[in-house]
T-cell receptor, first 114, second 114 residues
Framework: AQSVSQHNHHVILSEAASLELGCNYSYGGTVNLFWYVQYPGQHLQLLLKYFSGDPLVKGIKGFEAEFIKSKFSFNLRKPSVQWSDTAEYFCAVNSQNTGNQFYFGTGTSLTVIP | GAVVSQHPSRVICKSGTSVKIECRSLDFQATTMFWYRQFPKQSLMLMATSNEGSKATYEQGVEKDKFLINHASLTLSTLTVTSAHPEDSSFYIC??????????FGQGTRLTVV
């Protein structure tokens, strides 16, 4: 079945620790990949996106993600997290095979301890 | 960036009544709008996709007669929850897209049915 999987449901880190959140998808064909963040009480905001080209994409707030086509993965990374990064992170996929709709992973709750 | 506005942000209604939620793209024309439902601590579940001037396409398991979607103009889509019941209580989020892959999200509507 087509799906978007986020393996880490809840991550707790201390400030300055490095972060990597996993995202795998199973949609075929050409895909567009996104990471969204939802801060407590706020709406979804786009962190970064991959459409084509350089598989290493840089987003806002020091986040980056790497698209590895052979692994169907799009993991999110940040070298040094801050307390303000505490939020829910969602990976999303959009492809022609899905009628260009967005499908989301189950989300990862990140808690950064000061 | 593009702005998508949802109204109301919070609504409480009695069981058996209907509730209408509006989603507006404020500074761009949205050819496609998506409606999602988000349960606590869970991801966004796509409910339906609507294209301006045509009938919405509902995801499997979503009752089209219960969740009426109208996309009458390029800047407005509405979701009406008909004969609401407590199990319909949830967080409803819309997103809008204009001919490009990226979508922008509204701030969401918290519906509570009592």
């Amino acid at each position: 079945a087509q799906s978007v999987s986020q393996h880490n449901h809840h991550v707790i880190l201390s400030e300055a620790a490095s972060l990597e959140l996993g995202c795998n998808y199973s949609y075929g064909g050409t895909v567009n990949l996104f990471w969204y963040v939802q801060y407590p009480g706020q709406h979804l905001q786009l962190l970064l996106k991959y459409f084509s080209g350089d598989p290493l994409v840089k987003g806002i707030k020091g986040f980056e993600a790497e698209f590895i086509k052979s692994k169907f993965s799009f993991n999110l990374r940040k070298p040094s997290v801050q307390w303000s990064d505490t939020a829910e992170y969602f990976c999303a996929v959009n492809s022609q095979n899905t009628g260009n709709q967005f499908y989301f992973g189950t989300g990862t709750s990140l808690t950064v301890i000061p | 960036g593009a702005v998508v506005s949802q109204h109301p942000s919070r609504v409480i209604c009695k069981s058996g009544t209907s509730v209408k939620i509006e989603c507006r793209s404020l500074d761009f024309q949205a050819t496609t709008m998506f409606w999602y439902r988000q349960f606590p601590k869970q991801s966004l579940m796509l409910m339906a996709t609507s294209n301006e001037g045509s009938k919405a396409t509902y995801e499997q398991g979503v009752e089209k007669d219960k969740f009426l979607i109208n996309h009458a103009s390029l800047t407005l889509s509405t979701l009406t929850v008909t004969s609401a019941h407590p199990e319909d209580s949830s967080f409803y989020i819309c997103s809008a897209r204009s001919g490009v892959v990226e979508a922008f999200f509204g701030q969401g509507t918290r519906l509570t049915v009592v």
